[in-house]
């Protein structure tokens, strides 16, 4: 089946730190990829998104890559903030099957001034 | 626009006792999604409906959960009898067809205590 490793956490990090957030996944096919985010307190949020390989999400001064050599889709952000603090999850979806988002055990992400 | 829209937001309930989740997703979304997410790990799929029809409650237990989308918008997330276990945040999610690249978003989540 379908499945997403990340890196485990928690990830502290000084502000104007460089980012990165490790994840594989394993499919039966292509799938689109996902990274959420989940301030404290708050939903689920999408972050960004890639549909097919090659392709780069990003928002917000993050960034991530599809690729499908490594089938990895890590999470970069240059310059980390105070209020980057949060969870991050990396998600990935079939167009056929479940049809449904399946995740990573998530990311806890500490930034500090 | 709104998004989506859950209650009650938390619930402390003793164990036995039935509870019930409710979901408005975002207007003219068909497919609705119920996701569980335990505390430290990722949301797990519940269930999954296209308009009023669950497609995949593969992992619903049945025994004690159940769920309905009577007129293909809002639903509900019901557990009778509710176990310790249980406690835990409730998602729901919507997306404008269960297509790849279609965006799924959550609400806040409803949180479920159990004791």
């Known amino acids: 089946g379908n499945s997403v490793t990340q890196m485990e956490g928690p990830v502290t990090l000084s502000e104007e730190a460089f980012l990165t957030i490790n994840c594989t996944y394993t499919a039966t096919g292509y799938p689109s990829l996902f990274w959420y985010v989940q301030y404290p307190g708050e939903g689920l949020q999408l972050l960004l998104k890639a549909t097919k390989a090659d392709d780069k999400g990003s928002n917000k001064g993050f960034e991530a890559t599809y690729r499908k050599e490594t089938t990895s889709f890590h999470l970069e952000k240059g310059s980390v903030q105070v209020s980057d603090s949060a969870v991050y999850f990396c998600a990935s979806k079939m167009d056929t099957g479940r049809r449904a988002l399946t995740f990573g055990s998530g990311t806890r992400l500490q930034v500090q001034p | 626009e709104a998004g989506v829209v859950q209650s009650p937001r938390y619930k402390i309930i ?18 609705l999604y119920w996701y569980l997410q335990n505390l430290g790990q990722g949301p797990e799929l519940l269930i999954r409906y296209e308009n009023e029809e669950a497609v995949d409650d593969s992992q619903l237990p049945k025994d004690r959960f159940s769920a309905e989308r009577l007129k293909g918008v ?6 009778q009898p509710a176990e310790l276990g249980d ?3 409730y998602l729901c999610a919507s997306s404008s067809d269960s297509g790849m690249g279609n965006t799924i978003y959550f609400g806040e989540g409803s949180w479920l205590t159990v004791v």
């Open chain 2, 14 to 31: 003793e164990k036995k006792q039935p509870v019930a989740f409710w979901c408005n997703p975002i207007s003219g979304h068909n497919t």
């Open chain 2, 74 to 79: 809002d639903s509900t997330l019901k557990i």
């Open chain 2, 87 to 89: 406690s835990a945040v």
